[in-house]
Structure formats: structure tokens, C-alpha cells
């Protein structure tokens, strides 16, 4: 029976390079784990071998593990030394780890090694950076300069380091960078700011303004000049009128722009200046033909048309604006304060439900949908907007007030004039009595409850508050 017993063939023991390659394998289709499992079983069978090891460096970097790729790096060097990829290997882990000190002495080893290759530079100069060792970075500063020259690679590099250190010489190497390429404007724009950062303003400017002679439509330099120009020296308009390269130059951003536009916007709408108007008006249309598609463009180019009395013209502005953004109430404030100012019904009463309905927190868009409403004669609808409207603008009286003087005109219109009376009271009393439309609407109800007086004194009151459209009324009217 013995003898008939069947003894299983043994299994040939994989080989070292078999083994090998199929650890390789599997990190390279990213079975990450598995491939460690594999690197480990073979680096317990050999310690010494260094390939291994600096596979497994690189698998615990790839995971994070600081620890374990140190452990294998400084394996893999113990073994051999003067390899230049585990050299650089280990180098890049030190400086990641900030561990400068420890990683000048591989550092110097890769640049003895490879003399012509820069990235070793590089990276000695930023480790003394990290020691904060002038003398070893000047150092590198000169072996850069020794074997490369003063290309242009070295005096950017060699600025990079000065600045950083806070050495006065970045200024004189980024002369030197100026001389050897007079049309490179980011040259100029590095000593600007280099000027700008050490509090030399002046300087700084003057530099800037170097660099729109080399690129007249440069970003950085035509904000530096635009943000500090003397404007008052520069005459108002004719300054304004100096900014129409920068308002048609696209690249510069369109906030700059507005913010540099608004003071003049702001002094238009006081003073009837028409060379400023002109000025404005060319600006503003340049301004949306250059961002046609920022809502922002085209809301400034409206404001400055309904400054310019072009109304018609404004509310198309507006209009434009918010089919690009609709989220801005004011847009739909002055829109809707011009259509009713030009009696458009159709449109005061599409836009004014659009916002209405967009912005239910917004007490004035309760307002001016309600008077669409009562314009359109109905006047129940229009009661529940301003009784919601009311609720909505509760804390402010101001609101309260005029959607109660709202109120009271709807009544009237349809003989409630008891109702009116009571809602034109409560807008007095909300306004503690400085609401000079309310004071119209009274002196309309005492016209209509044939109080002729009292309607009088009605409406100089509300004159004498600044309702300025109340004055054809007082002549219709015989009143002086």
C-alpha cells in the first residue's frame, strides 16, 4: 500500500527577479497595497538590496507615510551612497519636510555630480533660503553665476533670492535684467513692485509708467497709473477723457473701471456740466461695447443716460442689464421709477410684477406693483398688494408711509373715501407728518368731499414739503 502512495511534485520556488517584476507590476496597474506587501516580503529576504527599498520609498511618499519613506530612502542610500536618484529623491523629501539642513549634504553631492543641471541649484538656494544662511545661499548665488553666466535663467534667479532675503542687490539685478532686455516689460514690472513693496512709490510709478511705453494696454500698469493719477490736476474732463484706453481695453477688470467712474457719475448728477455729460456718455458707451456681456457695464451707461435726461435710452440700458443679472433690486428701483415717470403702463406693470415676484422681502416692489395695478383700474388686487407690501416693510415707516399714501389714492379712485381718509391719516402720522405726497393725496380728498379749503391748505403743505409736481395741480387749481 506504501508503495502505491502518490508523493505530489514540488513546486519551483519563485525567483528574487520574479518576484520583482511582479511587485512592479502591480504598483504600476496602482494595487498600491499589494505592491508594498510584495516589495516588503522581498526586502525581508534582502536587506541589502537597494532597489528594492527605494521602490518601497516611493510607494509610502505616493501614501503619505513620512515615517516609512524615510526609513527606505535612508536604506537605499546606505547602500549606495553616490546613486544620483536616490539622491534626489531624498534631497526633495528633506525640503518637502522643510529638514534643511540635513538636505545640503545630498544637495552638494547632485551638484558635484551634475554640475550643468539647474534644479540642483535651485534647490540648494532654496534650502538656505529655509536656514535663512545668507552666506550658504550666497554660496549658490555664485556657483549659479559661475557656471551658467549671467543668463537670463540666473539673474531671475539670483533676483528671486535677494528679494526674498530682503537684500538691497535685487534691485541692482533687476536693473541688470532691464539692460540686457530692454523690451521685456515684465522686467520693469519686477522692479515696480519690488519699488512698491520697499514704500518708493514714486519710483514705483515711474517704472510703471515705463511699462506702458513698451505695452500701452498692460493690465498691472494701467491700474497702478489709473489708482494714483493726480485727477485733480488733470482737469476732470479731460482726465476722464485720458481713461478711454483703459475703458476699452478688456483685459483690465471692469470693477476698476466702474469704481474710477463713479465720483464723476456722482458729480454729474449734481452739476448740469455738459462737457462732463459728453464725457460720460462716450465713456459709458465704450464701456458696454467693450463688456457687452457685464451687467455691470451696461447698469453704469444707464445711470449716466438717466443723468443726461435720455430716459428712453436709460431704460433700455436697464433693461439689457437685467437680462444679464436680474439679482440687483436698485436696477429694477430705477426702471421702474422711470417707466412710471414716462407713463409707460405695459411696462411698468410687466417689470414691476417680475419684481415683484422676484424679491418678495423688497417692500418697494409690493409699491410699484400696486400702482401698475391701480393705473390698470384694478384697485382690489392692488389693495392686497399694499396690505402684504405693509407686513413686508413693518420697522420702516418711511415705506409704511407711502404704501399707505398708495393705499388711500386707490380708495379715492373709486369713491372709498372714508377709506381713503383713514389710510392718508395713517400715512401722516407714520411720517409724523413730512410725507408731502400724502399731503396731496388729502388735499385730493377734500377736493372730492367738496372742502375746498382744506384742500388748499392741503396741497402748500404738500408744496411746501417739495413736492415739486404738485405745481400744475395749484394752478389748474387757482391756488397761489
Not at 243 to 256: E, F, M, R, V
Amino acid at each position: 500500500m506504501q508503495g502505491q502512495q502518490i508523493v505530489p511534485p514540488q513546486q519551483e520556488k519563485a525567483s528574487p527577479e520574479t518576484k520583482y517584476i511582479e511587485a512592479k507590476k502591480l504598483q504600476m496597474i496602482g494595487q498600491l497595497d499589494r505592491a508594498i506587501e510584495a516589495f516588503e516580503t522581498l526586502y525581508k529576504e534582502d536587506r541589502q538590496n537597494d532597489v528594492v527599498a527605494f521602490d518601497l520609498a516611493k510607494a509610502y511618499d505616493a501614501k503619505g507615510d513620512v515615517l516609512l519613506t524615510r526609513k527606505y530612502i535612508e536604506s537605499a542610500l546606505k547602500n549606495k551612497p553616490e546613486n544620483i536618484w536616490y539622491n534626489d529623491f531624498y534631497a526633495s523629501f528633506l525640503l518637502k519636510a522643510d529638514e534643511y539642513r540635513t538636505a545640503i549634504g545630498p544637495l552638494d553631492f547632485l551638484i558635484t555630480s551634475n554640475p550643468l543641471e539647474i534644479k540642483y541649484h535651485d534647490m540648494a538656494i532654496e534650502a538656505s533660503i529655509g536656514l535663512k544662511d545668507k552666506v550658504l545661499g550666497q554660496k549658490y548665488i555664485d556657483q549659479l553665476k559661475n557656471i551658467f553666466g549671467t543668463s537670463e535663467r540666473v539673474l531671475t534667479r539670483t533676483f528671486e533670492y535677494y528679494d526674498v532675503t530682503n537684500d538691497e542687490r535685487a534691485l541692482t539685478t533687476a536693473n541688470d535684467l532691464i539692460l540686457k532686455y530692454p523690451n521685456n516689460k515684465n522686467y520693469l514690472k519686477l522692479k515696480a513692485r519690488w519699488l512698491n513693496q520697499h514704500n518708493r512709490k514714486e519710483e514705483a510709478i515711474a517704472v510703471f509708467k515705463e511699462v506702458l511705453r513698451v505695452d500701452p494696454n498692460d493690465t498691472d500698469a494701467n491700474l497702478v497709473v489709473l489708482e494714483t493719477t493726480n485727477k485733480t490736476d488733470e482737469k476732470g474732463n479731460a482726465y476722464l477723457r485720458s481713461l478711454l484706453p483703459i475703458i476699452k481695453n478688456s483685459n483690465i477688470d471692469i470693477d476698476n473701471k466702474v469704481k474710477e467712474l463713479i465720483p464723476f457719475l456722482k458729480e454729474m448728477a449734481l452739476n448740469n456740466d455738459t462737457s462732463l455729460v459728453a464725457a460720460l456718455l462716450e465713456l459709458g458707451e465704450k464701456l458696454t461695447l467693450t463688456h457687452p456681456k457685464e451687467a455691470k457695464a451696461h447698469a453704469f451707461y444707464a445711470d449716466v443716460l438717466y443723468n443726461a435726461g435720455q430716459d428712453q435710452n436709460a431704460i433700455s440700458q436697464y433693461e439689457k442689464t437685467l437680462s444679464l443679472d436680474d439679482t440687483n433690486f436698485k436696477v429694477w428701483e430705477q426702471l421702474l421709477a422711470l417707466c412710471a415717470s414716462l407713463d409707460q403702463k405695459e411696462k411698468s406693470l410687466k417689470y414691476s410684477y417680475e419684481a415683484y415676484d422676484l424679491f418678495p422681502n423688497q417692500a418697494p416692489a409690493y409699491l410699484y406693483y400696486a400702482k401698475s395695478l391701480i393705473s390698470g383700474n384694478k384697485i382690489d388686487e392692488a389693495i392686497g398688494i399694499l396690505t402684504e407690501g405693509g407686513l413686508v416693510a413693518a420697522g420702516n415707516k418711511v415705506i409704511q408711509s407711502k404704501m399707505e399714501t398708495t393705499k388711500a389714492e386707490a380708495y379715492l379712485k373709486v369713491s372709498k373715501f372714508d377709506l381713503a381718509k383713514s389710510a392718508v391719516d395713517k400715512a401722516l402720522a407714520l411720517s409724523e407728518n413730512k410725507n408731502a405726497l400724502a399731503y396731496e393725496v388729502l388735499g385730493d380728498y377734500y377736493s372730492l368731499t367738496n372742502k375746498p379749503e382744506d384742500a388748499k391748505n392741503a396741497y402748500l403743505k404738500s408744496q411746501t414739503l417739495g413736492n415739486v409736481g404738485i405745481k400744475e395741480k395749484l394752478f389748474m387749481r387757482g391756488i397761489h
